[in-house]
Protein backbone atom coordinates (compact mmCIF):
# COMPACT_ATOMS: atom_id res chain seq x y z
CA UNK A 1 0.00 0.00 0.00
CA UNK A 2 1.32 3.26 -1.03
CA UNK A 3 -0.27 6.78 -1.02
CA UNK A 4 1.59 9.42 -3.59
CA UNK A 5 1.37 12.74 -4.44
CA UNK A 6 1.66 13.71 -8.66
CA UNK A 7 1.84 17.21 -10.25
CA UNK A 8 -0.44 17.31 -13.79
CA UNK A 9 1.12 19.78 -15.80
CA UNK A 10 0.28 20.55 -19.84
CA UNK A 11 0.89 23.55 -22.20
CA UNK A 12 0.51 22.39 -25.57
CA UNK A 13 -2.55 21.03 -27.64
CA UNK A 14 -5.82 20.71 -25.67
CA UNK A 15 -3.93 21.10 -22.02
CA UNK A 16 -7.24 20.34 -20.00
CA UNK A 17 -7.98 17.30 -22.19
CA UNK A 18 -5.14 15.87 -21.70
CA UNK A 19 -5.22 16.74 -17.76
CA UNK A 20 -8.40 15.02 -17.87
CA UNK A 21 -6.70 12.06 -19.87
CA UNK A 22 -3.95 11.69 -16.82
CA UNK A 23 -7.43 11.06 -14.41
CA UNK A 24 -8.74 8.61 -16.64
CA UNK A 25 -5.08 6.69 -16.43
CA UNK A 26 -4.75 7.12 -12.80
CA UNK A 27 -8.54 5.44 -12.71
CA UNK A 28 -9.64 4.41 -9.31
CA UNK A 29 -6.55 5.33 -7.41
CA UNK A 30 -7.55 8.99 -7.32
CA UNK A 31 -8.72 9.71 -3.81
CA UNK A 32 -8.50 13.83 -4.26
CA UNK A 33 -8.23 16.09 -7.24
CA UNK A 34 -7.02 20.17 -6.76
CA UNK A 35 -8.45 23.00 -8.59
CA UNK A 36 -6.96 23.46 -12.05
CA UNK A 37 -4.57 26.63 -12.24
CA UNK A 38 -3.34 28.77 -15.25
CA UNK A 39 0.78 29.14 -14.15
CA UNK A 40 3.80 30.99 -16.27
CA UNK A 41 6.46 28.75 -17.28
CA UNK A 42 8.90 27.70 -14.39
CA UNK A 43 12.57 26.73 -15.90
CA UNK A 44 12.05 28.03 -19.29
CA UNK A 45 10.28 31.10 -19.67
CA UNK A 46 10.04 30.99 -23.64
CA UNK A 47 7.09 28.96 -23.73
CA UNK A 48 3.49 28.81 -23.34
CA UNK A 49 1.41 28.83 -20.07
CA UNK A 50 1.03 25.80 -18.00
CA UNK A 51 -2.78 24.42 -16.85
CA UNK A 52 -1.75 22.88 -13.29
CA UNK A 53 -3.26 20.38 -11.08
CA UNK A 54 -2.09 18.36 -8.13
CA UNK A 55 -3.60 14.72 -7.29
CA UNK A 56 -3.43 12.42 -4.28
CA UNK A 57 -3.67 8.77 -4.86
CA UNK A 58 -3.25 5.69 -3.20
CA UNK A 59 -3.50 2.09 -3.98
CA UNK A 60 -3.13 -1.03 -1.56
CA UNK A 61 -0.82 -2.98 -4.26
CA UNK A 62 0.84 -0.03 -5.59
CA UNK A 63 4.65 0.11 -5.31
CA UNK A 64 6.58 3.55 -5.73
CA UNK A 65 8.03 2.38 -8.87
CA UNK A 66 4.06 2.02 -10.19
CA UNK A 67 3.36 5.56 -9.42
CA UNK A 68 6.64 6.56 -11.89
CA UNK A 69 5.39 4.31 -14.60
CA UNK A 70 1.27 5.13 -14.30
CA UNK A 71 2.70 8.72 -15.29
CA UNK A 72 4.37 7.81 -17.93
CA UNK A 73 1.66 5.38 -19.06
CA UNK A 74 -0.60 8.88 -18.88
CA UNK A 75 2.69 10.98 -20.83
CA UNK A 76 2.63 8.60 -23.49
CA UNK A 77 -1.59 8.50 -23.98
CA UNK A 78 -0.83 12.24 -24.61
CA UNK A 79 1.48 11.81 -27.33
CA UNK A 80 4.31 13.05 -25.08
CA UNK A 81 7.56 13.84 -27.09
CA UNK A 82 10.53 14.48 -25.30
CA UNK A 83 13.34 17.83 -26.30
CA UNK A 84 16.75 16.43 -25.03
CA UNK A 85 17.94 20.48 -25.68
CA UNK A 86 14.93 21.47 -23.62
CA UNK A 87 14.87 20.28 -20.23
CA UNK A 88 11.94 22.08 -19.16
CA UNK A 89 10.83 22.88 -21.92
CA UNK A 90 6.80 22.57 -23.12
CA UNK A 91 4.78 19.36 -23.56
CA UNK A 92 1.72 18.33 -23.97
CA UNK A 93 1.61 16.29 -20.47
CA UNK A 94 4.03 15.96 -17.41
CA UNK A 95 3.03 14.02 -14.80
CA UNK A 96 5.40 14.22 -11.82
CA UNK A 97 5.85 12.06 -8.45
CA UNK A 98 5.99 14.90 -6.15
CA UNK A 99 6.26 12.09 -2.81
CA UNK A 100 5.22 8.45 -2.03
CA UNK A 101 4.10 7.14 1.77
CA UNK A 102 4.44 3.58 3.11
CA UNK A 103 1.22 2.06 4.26
CA UNK A 104 2.52 3.35 7.75
CA UNK A 105 3.08 6.96 7.20
CA UNK A 106 6.74 6.73 6.56
CA UNK A 107 8.04 8.82 3.64
CA UNK A 108 9.83 6.86 0.82
CA UNK A 109 13.45 8.71 0.04
CA UNK A 110 15.45 7.71 -2.94
CA UNK A 111 18.25 9.25 -4.89
CA UNK A 112 17.66 7.19 -7.22
CA UNK A 113 17.89 9.39 -10.52
CA UNK A 114 15.07 7.02 -12.42
CA UNK A 115 13.02 7.68 -9.50
CA UNK A 116 14.41 10.34 -6.80
CA UNK A 117 12.12 11.06 -4.22
CA UNK A 118 10.85 13.50 -3.09
CA UNK A 119 10.73 14.96 -6.24
CA UNK A 120 13.96 17.08 -6.16
CA UNK A 121 12.56 20.51 -7.48
CA UNK A 122 9.34 20.02 -5.71
CA UNK A 123 9.93 22.14 -2.91
CA UNK A 124 10.82 25.40 -5.43
CA UNK A 125 7.87 25.13 -7.57
CA UNK A 126 4.56 27.35 -6.58
CA UNK A 127 2.53 25.29 -9.18
CA UNK A 128 3.05 22.02 -7.27
CA UNK A 129 2.68 23.68 -3.89
CA UNK A 130 -0.38 26.11 -4.15
CA UNK A 131 -2.97 23.10 -5.69
CA UNK A 132 -1.06 20.65 -2.91
CA UNK A 133 -1.84 22.58 0.05
CA UNK A 134 -5.24 23.39 -1.31
CA UNK A 135 -6.27 19.73 -1.08
CA UNK A 136 -4.21 19.18 1.78
CA UNK A 137 -3.59 21.93 4.00
CA UNK A 138 -1.53 20.17 6.80
CA UNK A 139 0.71 18.74 3.85
CA UNK A 140 4.39 18.02 4.53
CA UNK A 141 6.90 17.36 1.89
CA UNK A 142 9.55 15.04 3.17
CA UNK A 143 12.52 16.44 4.26
CA UNK A 144 11.18 19.94 3.36
CA UNK A 145 8.79 20.87 6.22
CA UNK A 146 4.95 21.82 5.65
CA UNK A 147 3.75 23.05 2.56
CA UNK A 148 2.06 25.92 3.81
CA UNK A 149 5.29 26.90 5.15
CA UNK A 150 7.27 26.41 1.70
CA UNK A 151 4.73 28.89 0.50
CA UNK A 152 5.38 31.51 2.46
CA UNK A 153 9.02 31.57 1.30
CA UNK A 154 9.90 34.93 -0.16
CA UNK A 155 11.94 33.37 -3.21
CA UNK A 156 8.43 31.92 -4.19
CA UNK A 157 6.40 35.14 -3.93
CA UNK A 158 6.13 35.95 -7.33
CA UNK A 159 5.24 32.90 -8.39
CA UNK A 160 2.69 32.31 -5.96
CA UNK A 161 1.21 35.53 -6.89
CA UNK A 162 0.54 34.29 -10.42
CA UNK A 163 -1.08 31.58 -9.58
CA UNK A 164 -4.30 32.00 -11.43
CA UNK A 165 -6.85 29.78 -10.43
CA UNK A 166 -8.94 28.31 -13.37
CA UNK A 167 -12.33 27.15 -11.83
CA UNK A 168 -14.09 26.94 -14.82
CA UNK A 169 -12.13 23.78 -15.87
CA UNK A 170 -13.39 21.06 -12.75
CA UNK A 171 -11.40 17.67 -13.35
CA UNK A 172 -13.21 16.19 -9.97
CA UNK A 173 -16.08 14.90 -12.00
CA UNK A 174 -13.46 12.87 -14.02
CA UNK A 175 -12.79 9.71 -11.73
N1 LIG B 1 10.02 11.92 -8.80
C1 LIG B 1 10.07 11.79 -10.13
N2 LIG B 1 8.95 11.96 -10.88
C2 LIG B 1 9.02 11.85 -12.23
N3 LIG B 1 10.13 11.54 -12.93
C3 LIG B 1 11.26 11.35 -12.22
C4 LIG B 1 11.28 11.47 -10.80
N4 LIG B 1 12.55 11.23 -10.37
C5 LIG B 1 13.27 10.98 -11.44
N5 LIG B 1 12.52 11.04 -12.57
C6 LIG B 1 13.05 10.80 -13.90
O1 LIG B 1 13.19 12.02 -14.56
C7 LIG B 1 13.28 11.72 -15.95
C8 LIG B 1 12.88 12.95 -16.76
O2 LIG B 1 11.52 13.17 -16.54
P1 LIG B 1 10.79 14.36 -17.26
O3 LIG B 1 11.15 14.37 -18.70
O4 LIG B 1 9.33 14.26 -16.89
O5 LIG B 1 11.47 15.60 -16.54
P2 LIG B 1 10.98 17.04 -16.67
O6 LIG B 1 9.50 17.03 -16.48
O7 LIG B 1 11.50 17.65 -17.92
O8 LIG B 1 11.64 17.78 -15.44
P3 LIG B 1 11.10 17.75 -13.98
O9 LIG B 1 11.28 16.36 -13.46
O10 LIG B 1 11.94 18.76 -13.30
O11 LIG B 1 9.65 18.16 -14.01
C9 LIG B 1 12.37 10.54 -16.16
O12 LIG B 1 12.94 9.63 -17.05
C10 LIG B 1 12.18 9.95 -14.79
O13 LIG B 1 12.63 8.60 -14.72
N1 LIG C 1 4.28 26.41 -14.78
C1 LIG C 1 4.91 25.26 -15.06
N2 LIG C 1 6.17 25.29 -15.51
C2 LIG C 1 6.79 24.12 -15.79
C3 LIG C 1 6.11 22.88 -15.64
C4 LIG C 1 4.78 22.91 -15.18
O1 LIG C 1 4.13 21.85 -15.03
N3 LIG C 1 4.21 24.11 -14.90
N4 LIG C 1 6.75 21.73 -15.94
C5 LIG C 1 7.99 21.72 -16.34
C6 LIG C 1 8.60 20.42 -16.58
O2 LIG C 1 9.80 20.29 -16.06
C7 LIG C 1 8.77 22.96 -16.58
N5 LIG C 1 8.07 24.14 -16.23
Redesign the pocket.
Known amino acids: MTRAVLSLGSNLGDREQHLREALRVLGGAVERVSGVYETPPW?DADQPAYLNAVVLVSDPAATPRDW?ER?RAA?TKASRV?DPER??GP?TL?????AVWEADGRPVLSA??????????AHLRAFVLGPWHDVEPAADLPGHGPVAALLDDPRLADDVAALTPRPDIALESVA
Do not use: K, M, Q, S
Open positions: GLAERRFRDVDVIDPELTLPHPR
